[in-house]
């Protein structure tokens, strides 16, 4: 008993720091994330010494598996180097809503006719009106003065209906010969026949927000900033959120990204410009020769470049435009395999963060590409390294007991885990963030490789969006390497429990089968990821405002740009289904009744269906439209997910692995 408690000491002295301070402390003050991290980093320094001191230098040179070690070994402290820099990153955050309002009062304070002009980008290539209709006309729309303020429309696919549609709002259509460098030879095209002071850049899904040039534009009153970053939001589901069930309970996979990392990389002047929802001042890029066309990814280089000539990024975590994730599979990796090329790119490159000048050795160290490297390899090894002791016998390390392990490992995966769940209370999940990763791993590890090996092997790829991208697929591929692995794993299992089978007896064989199940229960999620569900391309917004139905009175419980339900009195009725829907703002719209129904939760007492709702669809076109757009898309409305509920996620998974879905 006595041995037992001191086994476990070191996890409930993790256990007991959290509870008695993190978890009492706001996560917002840099000392409290400081402390918590260097707690985080000590549990972590303690377990590699062990590694190192207990279970590798002790491991006999007896062939194959005294490399097999030393391989997990190197693996190990590669995931532990990402871990530093994480908690390093972690340990500071900024919030700079405060400075922006403070900076705006001064900035806005001068006359009308001494601001600064604006050009906004909009590099488009094959997208449908559908997506660019949105995009047009909010950034028309932006809460600036029209002498100040011209729209770009920049395409690379030279379609004379999108002219035609840029000439009847008022923007400028602009085309060029060729589609040299993609889209950061586009934007420098744009560069040619514009002269802005300031170029604010959306990908052609991503609609501005109407205060967007309001919130960001007095930062440049700091003569040294080059751009200004705000994090990507979505109004549509990605596919991982779509596929798992967790609709509306799991947010996007990247609110970790743009919520947590990227105000923490602010904090020390490590931010980079992410492309879209961005505004540069047209004074540094014109200093590093325009928008760098050697990597796939410009964005990034474009921070890099500044960073050489003494230009930083600042980042303003609000909310100032929507946009599209990817709609399926095949763009969630399009898009990804470019930023992983487009990251590994920059370790050969002039201007990037090995051979790049004007950089401190902190900033070389936070731009390199460590998560790319790094993560794909180490869930793969995760997922590998029980398959290879079960059935070839290897150890992983020089194993003594279990309670070396429980004792050194334990305390480092809790404290790690707990770290994130205080850190970023609403965006991470241990299971389910695993299970994301490891679906991904399958693909990316390749690109790693491939772009380390050829790093300019692959030319710049769009990521399809928009209407004609409804079709879901399975990813056989993927699948085909997950049911294989769990297959391998689950056997591996059972050939060692049968006594008449078993190849491997010995201390780690408890460790090993623990790990292999949890192994086996990750699979088992990433799986689930590999089968596209059917959904609507753009998903309609929540709302509660009045609204009028041939004169009844009810509440606009969605809306979207073809259809509205409103909540009526059951005992409304209507003398046809043909109707006039009344919104606030708008000239009545004329639209179609075509199903009206009751919802389980509007029961009353005596339980009576208190309310009807009305399924109306419509179609707006001109002015009207252009409204609508505005409303919806600048502003006003969100499909945020303040927060998990976990209980809800365990479920819909559990409902999800027999092929059901409930989200709330």
């Excluded at 009807?612 to 076109?621: E, K, S």
């Amino acid at each position: 008993m006595v041995q037992s408690l001191l086994v476990l000491a070191p996890t409930f002295a993790v256990i007991a720091f959290f509870l008695i301070g993190p978890f009492n402390w706001s996560r917002r003050q840099t000392w409290t994330r400081a402390v918590t991290c260097a707690f985080v980093a000590a549990a972590a320094t303690r377990y590699m010494i062990w590694r190192l001191t207990e279970t590798v230098l002790p491991y006999p040179n007896d062939g194959a598996n005294f490399y097999w070690v030393w391989f997990i070994f190197i693996v190990e402290l590669l995931a532990v180097s990402e871990v530093f820099l994480f908690l390093i990153l972690m340990s500071r955050h900024v919030d700079r809503s405060a400075e922006a309002d403070r900076l705006a009062r001064v900035f806005f304070h001068r006359h009308q006719s001494e601001l600064p002009t604006v050009d906004v980008f909009i590099p488009t290539y094959n997208e449908p009106l559908d997506v660019l209709e949105r995009t047009i006309v909010g950034a028309l729309a932006l809460d600036y003065p029209k002498d100040k303020l011209r729209v770009y429309v920049l395409d690379d696919g030279r379609r004379d209906w999108l002219s035609n549609y840029c000439e009847h709002h008022g923007a400028v259509h602009v085309i060029r010969p060729d589609n040299a460098h993609a889209k950061a030879g586009n934007m420098n095209n744009g560069l040619r026949i514009s002269s802005g002071d300031f170029v604010a850049i959306f990908d052609a899904d991503f609609v501005p927000y109407r205060h967007f040039l309001r919130r960001t534009l007095p930062f440049f009153s700091d003569s040294t900033i080059g751009i200004v970053q705000t994090p990507q939001h979505f109004f549509n589901v990605d596919p991982v959120q779509s596929n798992l069930g967790l609709e509306n309970i799991w947010p996007d996979e990247q609110r970790l990204f743009f919520d947590e990392i990227a105000p923490s990389r602010d904090g020390w002047d490590v931010s980079f410009c992410c492309g879209s929802c961005s505004i540069a001042r047209r004074k540094a890029v014109e200093a590093i020769g325009g928008f760098p066309t050697e990597s796939i990814t410009e964005d990034l280089l474009t921070t890099l470049s500044m960073l050489n000539k003494g230009y930083k990024t600042r980042y303003l975590n609000e909310r100032l435009s929507m946009g599209l994730a990817a709609e399926n599979l095949t763009g969630y990796f399009v898009q990804r395999e470019r930023w992983c090329q487009g990251g590994i790119q920059t370790l050969y490159l002039h201007n990037g963060p090995l051979r790049g000048p004007g950089l401190s050795l902190f900033q070389r160290i936070m731009f390199l590409p460590m998560s790319w490297l790094v993560q794909y390899l180490v869930r793969i090894t995760v997922l590998v390294v029980p398959i290879a002791y079960f059935w070839f016998g290897a150890l992983p390390l020089h194993f003594t007991e279990v309670a070396d392990y429980v004792s050194h490992q334990v305390p480092l995966l809790a404290a790690y885990f707990l770290l994130m769940l205080w850190i970023t209370p609403t965006r991470y999940l241990p299971v389910v963030s695993s299970a994301v990763g490891t679906f991904a791993a399958f693909r990316m590890l390749p690109t790693v490789i491939s772009s380390l090996v050829r790093p300019f092997g692959k030319p710049f790829k769009v990521t399809p969006k928009g209407s004609g991208n409804e079709e879901g697929v399975f990813d056989a591929y993927t699948f085909a390497w997950i049911a294989g692995f769990i297959v391998v794993t689950a056997l591996g299992i059972v050939i060692n429990i049968v006594p008449e089978t078993t190849r491997i007896q010995g201390a780690f064989s408890p460790i090993a089968a623990l790990w292999a199940g949890i192994n086996i229960m990750v699979l088992v999620i990433a799986s689930l990821i590999c089968f596209e569900k059917p959904r609507r391309l753009f998903q309609a917004f929540k709302l509660d405002e009045a609204a009028n139905v041939d004169g009844s009175p009810g509440r606009l419980v969605s809306l979207s740009l073809e259809k509205a339900v409103i909540a009526v009195p059951t005992e409304t009725r209507f003398q046809s289904t043909r109707v006039r829907l009344a919104l606030d703002g708008f000239e009545p719209i004329e639209a179609e009744l075509r199903q009206a129904t009751q919802r389980r939760g509007d029961i009353s007492r005596s339980g009576d269906m208190r309310r009807y709702y009305l399924h109306l669809h419509f179609d707006l076109n001109g002015v009207e439209r252009d409204k609508m757009i505005v409303k919806l898309y600048t502003g006003r409305y969100s499909q945020d997910i303040p927060d998990i509920d976990k209980v809800a996620v365990s479920v819909n998974l559990l409902l999800r692995a027999f092929g059901r879905t409930r989200t709330a």
